[in-house]
């Protein structure tokens, strides 16, 4: 598992005390200046129980304090500070810790149930790997419950990649993996070195977990023939920045965009790029897509998103849809998809474009021009 959050090195750096009473996933310094903090614990003792200078739990602490001006990271430790001290004063007032020098905040973070490591793991690949992509970054306004993948393109345009609930993106931060770019009533942030090395240790380890279990179900080495988990760009990103001879790019932006729409969909679903080949060829063999209104169609649940996916499945047809959902949302390439298809060299992204033209008439007919992303 990659570092950077605790859940992903449980080991020498966590107290019995800290594993016990945190979420897996809060790093050290945090969990250090939360019992300092809330449970009004002395740096000696904290010191005394990590085995280390009181010099160091110190500098820990003034480190969490200084990184408070980051939103994401003082509305991650208020969060957690309320949960701590519910957890430790059942009956008693929730502790909302504020900055020692920010005496005007009078508004606690609305009580949640703990983001579980599962979740955070799971999400973090997924949103990292988002952020990965040239031109992306998070966008977080004030007040609001998701946060935004969002990308520029070349024409200066900007297309929503993903949404995540807020408190991921909290503990993407206080991780260290993204950090704020600028800060006001929408706060930017890219992915930092660390978040890159981490998305690459995730990547690696499902990459790894497939090919053994493809392996082991088929009895051979598959190799090359799988999607592209650690790509920095997805193959529909790759084939826009292509051009003609009469310099005219392959995809359009517009193409571009009603792939990128799929994918959200592909997520918003339960399905991810690492998706199985058991829960993804189980996902292709269902009988039909569940029945929904016009305007529940349109929602933002994974019911609705199975729904539009299943919809757009029979429109486009097996060979199509197939070529669609492998390129845009699977991240596999030209050359495994026209290898698996049994094409011919060069075949694969002719066919991606009519199928892309194909949904982007699917989502004008059945959702209005270009199917506006869910948010």
Request: hydrophobic fraction near 40%; glycine fraction near 10%.
């Amino acid at each position: 598992m990659p570092g950077g959050m605790v859940v992903l090195n449980q080991g020498k750096d966590m107290t019995k005390e800290a594993h016990g009473s945190f979420g897996g996933w809060v790093p050290t310094a945090a969990r250090v200046y939360l019992q300092h903090v809330v449970d009004g614990k002395s740096i000696r003792a904290l010191a005394r129980d990590a085995d280390c200078h009181a010099s160091t739990v110190l500098r820990q602490v003034r480190r969490c304090e200084e990184l408070r001006d980051d939103p994401l990271i003082d509305h991650a430790l208020r969060r957690l500070s309320v949960q701590r001290s519910r957890g430790s004063h059942p009956g008693k007032p929730a502790r909302d810790v504020t900055m020692k020098h920010d005496k005007t905040i009078t508004t606690s973070p609305k009580p949640t149930a703990p983001v579980q490591p599962p979740e955070i793991y799971n999400a973090a690949r997924r949103v990292l790997r988002r952020m990965a992509e040239p031109g992306a970054c998070l966008a977080v306004a004030e007040g609001m419950e998701k946060a935004v993948v969002v990308r520029e393109t070349d024409d200066g345009q900007t297309i929503r990649t993903a949404v995540v609930d807020t408190p991921v993106a909290e503990a993407l931060a206080l991780a260290g993996w993204i950090a704020a770019e600028d800060t006001g009533r929408i706060t930017r942030y890219r992915i930092r070195p660390a978040g890159r090395v981490a998305l690459k240790d995730m990547l690696d380890q499902v990459e790894a977990g497939l090919r053994a279990d493809d392996a082991e179900r088929d009895g051979e080495d598959t190799r090359g023939t799988g999607a592209r988990y650690g790509a920095p760009e997805s193959p529909l990103m790759m084939l826009s920045r292509r051009r003609d001879k009469n310099g005219r790019v392959f995809l359009t932006p517009d193409l571009v965009r009603v792939g990128e729409r799929l994918r959200e969909d592909f997520e918003l679903a339960g399905l991810e790029a690492d998706t199985d080949r058991d829960t993804f060829d189980a996902f292709m063999a269902e009988p039909s897509a569940p029945t929904l209104s016009a305007d529940d169609l349109r929602g933002p649940g994974p019911k609705a998103a199975r729904a539009r996916l299943h919809a757009v499945m029979q429109d486009l047809g097996p060979g199509l849809g197939d070529v669609v959902l492998r390129a845009c949302c699977l991240l596999e390439g030209m050359e495994p998809i026209e290898r698996r298809m049994g094409w011919a060299a060069r075949s694969g992204k002719i066919v991606l474009r009519i199928g892309l033209e194909r949904l982007k008439r699917h989502y004008v007919e059945t959702q209005g021009r270009l199917a506006p992303m869910i948010g």
